[in-house]
């Protein structure tokens, strides 16, 4: 009986993850983009004193100029319900990018990855790139999904499918100095 209490647990909790990516709701085609994930000075430990995701924006928004914040995702407005629970984020904070142009994200609800992005802190670096891998797995070949992932340490930065690739980078290049 315990076995099967436990095979029902775990497919519970896929079923659960499998829901949980929080790409928004747009069903907008982006074209053939591909997913693109890069782990940026990741280790096995977490830092000594790792930057909460508001932390992590503040920095990056220096390097970034055309973010600005959108959001603090709490417990009680999670659209994913992920924050605090185990080997999820920690802290999230969402932004928006005024590069995305307007009639691209019309109608995207307010904190939606689509307008900008958002940054995902987590307790570990293989609790970001294991999100960061489980997004990639779920999104892949669904263009109105796609998104820039970049992973530095316990940071998880996702960044909207609406920005060119020249323009993501400059989220790759800051993420970079977070880590």
């Known amino acids: 009986m315990r076995k099967c209490a436990l095979s029902a647990a775990a497919l519970v909790t896929a079923l659960g993850a499998?829901?949980?990516c929080g790409s928004g709701s747009d069903q907008k085609n982006a074209g053939t983009e591909s997913i693109t994930t890069a782990t940026v000075g990741a280790s096995a430990k977490p830092a000594a004193k790792p930057l909460t995701a508001g932390d992590a924006f503040t920095k990056l928004s220096a390097k970034v100029s055309s973010a600005k914040l959108s959001g603090?995702?709490?417990e009680d407005n999670d659209p994913n319900n992920l924050l605090g629970?185990?080997?999820q984020y920690?802290?999230?904070?969402?932004?928006?990018?005024?590069?995305i142009k307007a009639d691209d994200v019309a109608g995207a609800e307010p904190g939606s990855l689509e307008l900008g992005g958002a940054i995902e802190d987590f307790a570990s670096a293989a609790d970001a790139q294991a999100r960061a891998d489980y997004i990639q797995k779920v999104t892949k070949g669904m263009p109105m999904l796609v998104e820039y992932d970049y992973v530095s340490g316990t940071l998880l930065v996702r960044v909207s499918r609406y920005l060119t690739p020249t323009q993501a980078a400059d989220y790759k290049a800051g993420a970079a100095l977070l880590g």
């Not at 920690?90 to 590069?99: G, H, N, P, Q």
């Open 18 to 20: 499998l829901t949980a």
């Open 72 to 74: 603090v995702v709490t």
């Open 85 to 87: 629970r185990p080997n």
């Open 90 to 99: 920690t802290s999230k904070i969402t932004f928006t990018d005024s590069r």
